[in-house]
């Protein structure tokens, strides 16, 4: 859990225009696009299955998640292969589609405020903190509600044979 008034090391990743960060404890790894093997019926946001070091992994167009404007894969597009803490449970391993990853940075306490209530282009209850970064601002994701809701939950109880 993300504790306000803690100094913070977090992946800064973009979505067009805007920065968004996860925790580095959050992030297995950061890999190249690939394709994703289509579900039938899936929601828009997941693209489908994708093979991470001989598992299957469920890949989301995070833009599309968030509710954003979709975009064209670019050489910079990349897979953050995270870990969701889920309630009573395993984490759920995901491939998150962003446009791009900018770097690794700590962010001291002073640096991280708790997200405002300002409507906008994304809902202030996806967020864990603000995270300022000399004039401007990165939003650090809360991927546990993110992924709460039923529809989402349902990807993690895909069986494994659904990526044969």
């Known amino acids: 859990m ?5 100094d913070l090391q977090v992946v800064v990743f973009g979505l067009g225009e805007e920065e968004f960060a996860l925790p580095v404890g959050e992030v297995r790894e950061i890999l190249d696009h690939r394709p994703a093997f ?3 019926d899936a929601p828009r946001w997941l693209l489908g299955l994708t093979d991470v070091r001989g598992t299957s992994v469920p890949m989301v167009d995070l833009r599309a998640r968030l509710g954003l404007e979709g975009a064209d894969t670019t050489l910079s597009t990349r897979v953050l292969v995270v870990e969701v ?6 984490p759920l391993v995901l491939g998150l589609v962003v446009d791009r990853v900018l770097d690794v940075s700590s962010f001291g306490a002073d ?20 995270l ?3 004039s401007g601002f990165i939003a650090l994701l809360d ?7 039923g529809e989402a939950m349902l990807i993690g109880r ?7």
């Open 158 to 164: 895909m069986p494994p044979a659904a990526a044969a």
């Open 85 to 90: 803490p889920i309630d009573g449970g395993e």
């Open 143 to 149: 991927l546990r509600r993110i992924f709460a809701d």
């Open 38 to 40: 289509r579900m039938p």
């Open 111 to 130: 640096a991280i405020e708790a997200s405002p209530d300002i409507g906008g282009r994304w809902r202030s209850e996806h967020l864990h903190a603000i």
């Open 132 to 134: 300022r970064r000399g």
């Open 2 to 6: 993300i504790a306000i008034g803690q």
